[in-house]
Structure formats: structure tokens, C-alpha cells
């Protein structure tokens, strides 16, 4: 059973980080992109960023040098820095493991939540 659960978010201040952290279990880790999307209140879901099996890491505009995705193969760990945090990155935070061959996930988690603001 593929399970993927989000943890690390919370309240925090405009220009502050956070760390999220996605626990992985039921597949192998190790041989799977990985995907962080977020979904805004009232907004679709939006993609922030992505992993490869190789570790090679892509991001959306939006959030360019202010995020770092990473994994840790070893600990089936998925993680996401979020530094110099605004208001507009306010929302739910999902990772999400993608179909072999192809851009679409198969899988996803709860998420978890993020809130920036003073």
C-alpha cells in the first residue's frame, strides 16, 4: 500500500522558512520522481517543484532560488526548504510520487498546511 504523508507546516512570518517532510512507505522510493505541489485557498493545484530517481531538481518560476527540494533515498524521505516565505506561497503543501513514463502523479498524501502571515 503506497503511503505518503506530509508534515513540517505551519504558521510562519513573511521572509521566514519552513521545512516539509514527506515519509514515503509501500513502494520503492528509490526508483520513482517525486513532486511537491501546493493548492491555494479558492486556487487549483499548482506544481512547485521535482526530484528525479537521480536526484536532478526542476522548480517553477515562482518559487526559484527560495526552495530546495531533496530526498533521502536511504530514509524514503522527501523534503522541501522553503526560505524568504510570502504570503502568495500560503497554502496546502502535497507530495506526490509520479507515474513511471509519464508527467501525471499516481499518488499523493493528506498535505500539510502552510500560513504566511504577520
Known amino acids: 500500500q503506497v503511503q505518503l504523508v506530509e508534515s513540517g507546516g505551519g504558521l510562519v512570518q513573511p521572509g521566514g522558512s519552513l521545512r516539509l517532510s514527506c515519509a514515503a512507505s509501500g513502494f520503492t522510493f528509490s526508483g520513482y520522481w517525486m513532486y511537491w505541489v501546493r493548492q491555494a485557498p479558492g486556487k487549483g493545484l499548482e506544481w512547485v517543484s521535482a526530484?528525479?530517481?537521480?536526484?536532478?531538481?526542476y522548480y517553477a518560476d515562482s518559487v526559484k532560488g527560495r526552495f530546495t527540494i531533496s530526498r533521502d533515498n536511504a530514509k524514503n524521505t522527501l523534503c522541501l526548504q522553503m526560505n524568504s516565505l510570502k504570503p502568495e506561497d500560503t497554502a496546502l503543501y502535497y507530495c506526490?510520487?509520479?507515474?513511471?513514463?509519464?508527467?501525471?502523479?499516481?499518488?499523493w498524501g493528506n498535505g500539510t498546511l502552510v500560513t504566511v502571515s504577520s
Open positions: 526530484i528525479n530517481a537521480g536526484g536532478a531538481t
Open positions: 506526490a510520487r509520479v507515474k513511471n513514463g509519464e508527467y501525471a502523479m499516481d499518488y
